[in-house]
């Protein structure tokens, strides 16, 4: 099955800097690669995604970026800002609409 | 938040009790996912509905069950609760209309905590 790693586990930024965070996966046939936000003692909540034939998305101060190549896709916060503090996972969606999350990155925003 | 519900949202039972929990959805979605968050481990599915009666198991399905009955409704059931199923517990739809249609939003939670 699809295994997808994630990483760091932890990120610690000062506000208005950027933040990275980066996912692997190994089933070729995954098409579907969303990233969602979890707040403490909330559901994760979707905030971008990005399909397999697109190589680059952006919403603003968020951007996803996908290597099909490489099978690895990024996560890009610019001007970070203290709300954007959470719990933040990766996803790759293959066959029949099993998705499969990373371990997820604690983001500190540090005022 | 996709009209999504959990019940209980906090629930303590003990070793070998039987624990079910509610997902409830008011928007007709056909696929409803039940998932366990753990530390260390992110979201793992346990199992999956693509309509009425119509159910499949996820990655960690041991000791567990699904009903689906009704659209709306999606049962998990711990036919004897151990204490490894101590998690929190989220419940998702998978919204098939629109211009991704493939966006899975999540309910609130559950945390189940068997001692």
């Known amino acids: 099955g699809e295994n997808v790693e994630q990483h760091p586990s932890t990120l610690s930024v000062q506000e208005g800097d950027s933040a990275v965070i980066k996912c692997t996966y190994s089933d070729s046939a995954s098409n579907y690669f969303p990233w969602y936000k979890q707040e403490l003692g909330k559901g994760p909540q979707l905030i971008i995604d990005i399909r397999s034939n697109v190589g680059e998305k952006k919403d603003q101060r968020i951007a996803v970026t996908l290597n099909k190549t490489a099978k690895h896709f990024s996560l890009h916060i610019t001007e970070t800002q203290p709300e954007d503090s959470a719990v933040y996972f990766c996803?790759?969606?293959?066959?029949?609409?099993?998705?499969?999350f990373g371990t997820g990155t604690k983001l500190q925003v540090i005022p | 938040d996709a009209g999504i519900t959990q019940s209980p949202r906090h629930k303590v039972t003990e070793t070998g009790t039987p624990v079910t929990l509610r997902c409830h959805q008011t928007e007709n979605h056909r696929y409803m996912y039940w998932y366990r968050q753990d530390p260390g481990h992110g979201l793992r599915l346990i199992h999956y509905s693509y309509g009425v009666k119509d159910t499949d198991k996820g990655e960690v399905s041991d000791g567990y069950s699904v009903s689906r009955s009704k659209t709306e409704d999606f049962l998990l059931t711990l036919e004897s609760a151990t204490s490894s199923q101590t998690s929190v517990y989220f419940c998702?739809?998978?919204?098939?209309?629109?211009?991704?249609?493939?966006?899975?939003?999540f309910g609130p939670g559950t945390r189940l905590t068997v001692l």
């Open positions: 996803a790759a969606q293959g066959g029949y609409q099993k998705v499969t």
């Open positions: 998702a739809i998978r919204r098939t209309s629109g211009p991704g249609g493939n966006e899975q939003f």
